[in-house]
């Protein structure tokens, strides 16, 4: 998604103006209980019962992934603990381990992914809207060999709020047409996770995700698995705010895509704003970031309160 360039760090975009990506204003609910709805189409979408009131249809959803989870730690995948640490260590801890464990040049994990959602929107938004995410595009870089080894792009179909806006459309290019053929958002997860372990194995903790500022998997990850009535995955839950390490590596402004690019010489290839091309062009910002030097460790992380419920990350 398109993001503003705030004045103070990270508040939610503005306006059209400043961010033409930006959450839209509460569109008509498909009926009078849409979470009802949501449930129901995703047990549906497992061959569940869908009969029930909402807590009888949230705790049937909830015990399903909790199956699915348990068959794959049952699958054998699994991670060498030395991989474990990068994300376990506390993040001070965390440069003077790479100092002592990873070879000269190279990077602390073994696969980053970039990430960068698009999301149902409108022209007059405010940052309350309950976006769903209608794309997910990720390029993957061996960071060994410091290059794009993959990528994997699914639309998906919003649940709660199912109407796709003419802003939204003329934004991103999503019709709605084509989110009304996708599959719900735990669907497309589940094959991304699944497509992921061509590279590497579940729980990818030698993987780190990357996204251009904190909004894509700080907040419309959040959005989304409050959406599907899901936890958020513990592989996003720390992360690389690339804006951020961009000005702390080169000592520059803060810039937004464009002004990244810009600073490197390159511009933009692709549609602003279609997810697959935000992603490859911010991965190329990637690359040419770890060739002249900069190690890529987290520097976001989504604390969970006590109730589970995602805080605001740092």
Known sequence: MPKTEPETEDPPPHNFEQDPYDPP????????HPIVDA?????????????????????????????????NEDSGWSVPIEHLDTTTRPKEDLYAWLDEKRP??????????????????????????????????VVVIDGRRM????????????????????FCTELTGITQSIVDAADPFPTVLSKFEQWLTQYTRYPFSNTLFI?????DIRDFIRKQCAHSIMERPAYLQ?????????????GR????????????????EGRPHCGMDDARNIARIVVRMMK?????????????SKRGRNKASR
């Not at 204003?25 to 009078?32: C, V």
């Not at 402004?253 to 933009?268: I, P, S, V």
């Open 39 to 71: 449930l129901r189409i995703q047990l549906a979408s497992l061959g569940l019962d869908t009969r029930g009131r909402k807590r009888d249809l949230q705790k049937r959803l909830r015990s399903a992934r909790k199956k699915v989870e348990r068959a």
């Open 104 to 137: 000269d040049g190279a990077q602390p994990f073994d696969y980053y992914c970039v990430l960068d959602v698009e999301a149902t929107c409108d022209a007059d938004s405010n940052w309350d809207y309950p976006n769903e995410i209608i794309e997910f595009p």
């Open 147 to 166: 290059e794009v080894i993959g990528e994997f792009q699914e639309y998906v179909r919003p649940l709660v709020f199912p109407n796709v806006s003419a």
């Open 211 to 215: 996204s251009d500022g904190p909004w």
């Open 238 to 250: 720390r992360f690389v705010d690339l804006r951020r390490l961009y000005t702390d590596f080169y």
């Open 25 to 32: 204003p509460p569109y008509e609910a498909p009926s009078t």
């Open 253 to 268: 402004e803060r810039q937004n895509l464009n002004g990244m690019l810009h600073g490197l010489g390159m511009t933009f």
């Open 292 to 304: 002249d030097g900069c190690v890529f460790v987290w520097n976001r992380e989504v604390v969970a």
